[in-house]
Structure formats: C-alpha cells, structure tokens
C-alpha cells in the first residue's frame, strides 16, 4: 500500500500530458511526476494522490541525471509557467514535441496509419518573441529561500510583481527582471515602466482580483521583429491622462524613438485577461507594423498574430506549398486574425474569404488588404461557432476549394466541422496549436470522407512544451 507523502523512487520512461514524465514501479503501478523532470530521470518523488491505477508525485530529489538535460539559462526557472523545457537539449526539445503529436493521434485521435513528420526546429530558440504578456499584482510570488526570510531582508516588495504566473498559480505572478525570450530594449522597458509604476503606486494600485478595486492590470509589449518597431500597452482600469502623459515624456527621454507607439488600453472587466475595451494614444498611432514575405501588416492592441515572426515566414511558407493552389481556387480563411495567410496566399487563388471574431482584427485585415493592394479578399466579423449560417451568403461568394482553419487551443466547435465538412471542400489545411484538440477534430475529420495526409510538427515556441501543427486532409 501506498500512502500520501511517501517518498518513491521512480525512472522516468516517458512524456505524459500537462508537462508530467511518466514511469512505472516495479509492482506495475504507473507513476506521474511533476516538476523539472526530463525522460530518463531516475527521481525521488512525493506522492501527492493516489488514484486506483496510478500515483501523482512531486519531484523531490534527482537520483540520476537523464544525458538529456542541460543546464537552464534563466534564474526563474522551475518558478515561472512559461519555458518550462530550459533545462532540456533543444534537439530532445525537437524530438519530444514530435513524440508530443504522434502520441495525440495515436491516443486520442485513434490514429494508426500516418507518415510521421520531423518536427521543424526554429533557427532562434531564445529573443523570438515579437509579443511579451505580463500581469501586475500585489501578491509577489516567493522562492523557497524568501518564504524562510523577514520582509525587511527581502530584495523586493511582497505586495508588487510585474511578470509572470507560476504553473498553475493565477493569484501571484514572479517579478521578472530579465526574460530570454524577449530582447535586451523590451526588457529595459519593462524595468522602466516597473519602477515608474513602483514610484507612483499612490496613484497607481495594483487591481485586485478579490475587491475589484485598483487600476494596474497588465503590460503587453509588442515588436515588429523585421520592421523594429515597438508597442507598448499598458492596461489598467481607467485613464489617467496627467500620469500617462508623465509616463510618455519619460519613455521618450529614455528610449528616443524606439518606441513607436504607446497605448494605455482600459477595461471595467473583473478578470486579469490582458484584453482593452477602450484605447488611449500617448505616443504614436496606436498601432505598429509587421513584415513578412515581402507584405506588410498592421498590428493593434488587441489582433491576433503569431508570436515568432520567423517561425512563423516558415510556417506560411509551408503552408502554400502543401496547398498546391490554383488561380481559380476559392479559399476560405477560418479564424483568420489580421488576414495574414488571406493576404499572402491571394496572389495564387482567385479570391478568398476571411472569417474571424475579433473585429479590431478584422478591421486591421481590411487595412492590410488595402496597404498591400489585394483586391481578392474580403474579411467579415463573425464567430466561426456560427459558421453555418452564412449559407446564402456561401451561395453568392462561392464554395470553397479549400479551407484553412487556425482555431484557438480548444480546437473547433463541432457545428464548425460539420458545416466544413458539409462544404466538401479538396482540402482542409488545420493549423493547431494544441496536439490533443486537434487530434480530438482529426478524428471527427476522418470519420467522413477525408483522410490525414499531412501533419507536420513546427517549433514556434522553443524553451516551452507547446508545439505547433499543420495538417492537411485530402477527400479519400
């Protein structure tokens, strides 16, 4: 028998989901471990539950180092949520996230006959982020050694953090001073904006999640990594114009014109999802500028584009070649964001339609289009939940070819997959971010008339254990 905080001895065999490594004692009974484990490990655990087929563990100690592990860059991590595979080689990185798709097609896709891709690696795998995401809260998260420390020994303030959430922990966030997935100028900014916050906190507290009072809510900076161009958005609860003004006089001394615009976006919303209902200009025009394949695109507080602006040439670049397209294609561009895939696959299609629910989005889709003179796309606002009404308006634009769908982490509501499949479109180009619920759609896909005939693993998030996929289904 087993009990709740027993230490176990384990060798990690394998990868399971919610970045746990799986192994399995010598009784048979299967073993989860959480923590900065890597397969090959062998570790001293704590059993945290006991379910009738398995044990849930926190690493305590490691026994024997797996060849696999490297040691990480950041002093933050094991704490913060975000590059939670540092300590892992970035060629087992590869090969994981590889393992990652084929285990969710087999598994929950019930997948048993596909050609298994290589995954693409990344050519930067730190300062890739063209978008950083931070929260301000009151409750500063601490390390071991700062629980045992009296508060007049501590570095820091424990009622002021400006980062990011430990794994599982939405209350607290780790006040980051430096972040490697970012360049050297956002993290200055980020420092500047911190201590400016710091010195003004009498007229700018932190909101609680609890009382709903306070006004710092969170910071997004966004770069244009092939334009150099710089959004700043500060969100909080309303605007104050007199210290907003002070804070831009003071970005523009420090920084001259490397900030392009800052934003101070507002939102009366009682959450901490980084999200502004209304936009106040300070410096700029609200918006910055991205390039990709020679196109240039309008990004906005609040559009959706992807967050490695390298990878991501790469990803598109892929995509076009697997589309095989043909000047009188018809192509429908599900959840299609700023228009990006719309705008750079319109010179090889006779016109495409471009769905998505966010309407600064697609009011920067309709600018983009403009900006580059495409004449052959147009965008409507529309939750793609709802796709299956739009039949007569299918009727007058015409029935696709082929389909291109890049939903959000959950995947496709299954009204979406039955009005696509109902279209019959040639081909259904997926882009997923999350291996299980696209298996999940994979399978409800095939179920019909259409087979997997291409899924490759792309990494646009090294140091983390997200991957991405593009997938292609063919009619049988």
């Not at 397969?39 to 180092?65: G, Q």
């Not at 705008?343 to 889709?365: H, R, V, W």
């Not at 289009?369 to 606002?381: G, L, P, Q, S, T």
């Amino acid at each position: 028998m087993y009990t709740k905080n027993q230490i176990i001895r384990v060798k990690l065999t394998d990868l399971a989901e919610k970045n746990l490594c799986f192994g399995k004692l010598n009784d048979g009974i299967s073993v989860f471990v959480q923590g900065m484990v890597a397969i090959d490990d062998v570790v001293d655990a704590r059993i945290i539950k006991i379910k009738k087929n398995y044990l849930l563990c926190n690493l305590e100690t490691i026994v024997s180092k797996s060849l696999s592990r490297i040691n990480p860059k950041c002093k933050y991590f094991g704490l913060c949520g975000g590059c939670k595979w540092q300590h892992i080689y970035y060629n087992s990185q590869i090969s994981l996230k590889r393992k990652q798709v084929q285990d969710s097609l087999i598994h929950i896709g019930r997948f048993n006959d596909f050609k298994s891709h290589k995954c693409i690696p990344a050519d930067k795998i730190f300062y890739y982020r063209n978008k950083v995401d931070l929260s301000f809260t009151d409750l500063r998260y601490l390390s071991k050694d700062e629980i045992c420390l009296n508060e007049s020994d501590l570095d820091k303030p424990i009622n002021f953090a400006l980062g990011f959430h430990p794994s599982g922990c939405y209350s607290k966030a780790i006040d980051i001073d430096y972040c490697y997935l970012v360049n050297d100028t956002i993290n200055k900014i980020i420092q500047k904006i911190k201590f400016f916050c710091i010195e003004h906190s009498n007229i700018l507290p932190i909101y609680s999640t609890k009382t709903h009072r306070g006004e710092l809510r969170n910071l997004v900076i966004r770069h244009g990594l092939n334009t150099e161009e710089i959004m700043v958005n500060l969100i909080t609860s309303t605007h104050n114009e007199k210290i907003m003004m002070e804070l831009a006089s003071q970005l523009k001394l420090e920084f001259k014109n490397l900030i392009t615009t800052f934003v101070n976006s507002t939102t009366n919303a009682k959450n901490t999802v980084a999200f502004g209902q209304n936009e106040f200009c300070l410096i700029g025009k609200g918006f910055i500028y991205e390039k990709l394949n020679n196109y240039k695109f309008r990004i906005s507080p609040n559009s959706f584009f992807q967050t490695n602006t390298h990878q991501a040439e790469n990803l598109f670049n892929e995509l076009i070649n697997l589309c095989e397209f043909k000047q009188n294609h018809i192509v429908y561009d599900l959840c299609c964001g700023t228009g990006v895939i719309s705008i750079l696959i319109s010179k090889f299609c006779e016109k495409i339609l471009g769905i998505e629910i966010n309407d600064q989005s697609i009011q920067d889709a309709n600018i983009n289009a403009e900006i580059n003179n495409v004449k052959n796309c147009e965008f409507i606002n529309l939750d793609i939940k709802n796709f299956n009404n739009l039949e007569n308006f299918i009727n007058n634009f015409g029935k696709p070819n082929t389909i291109i769908v890049d939903p959000p982490r959950a995947g496709l509501p299954q009204k979406t997959i039955e009005t696509i499949i109902k279209l019959k479109p040639k081909k259904i180009i997926y882009i997923s971010c999350n291996p299980s619920s696209f298996a999940r759609d994979a399978k409800v896909i095939c179920e019909n008339i259409y087979e997997l005939e291409v899924c490759k693993p792309i990494d646009l998030f090294p140091q983390t254990n997200h991957v991405e996929t593009l997938s292609k289904f063919s009619i049988k």
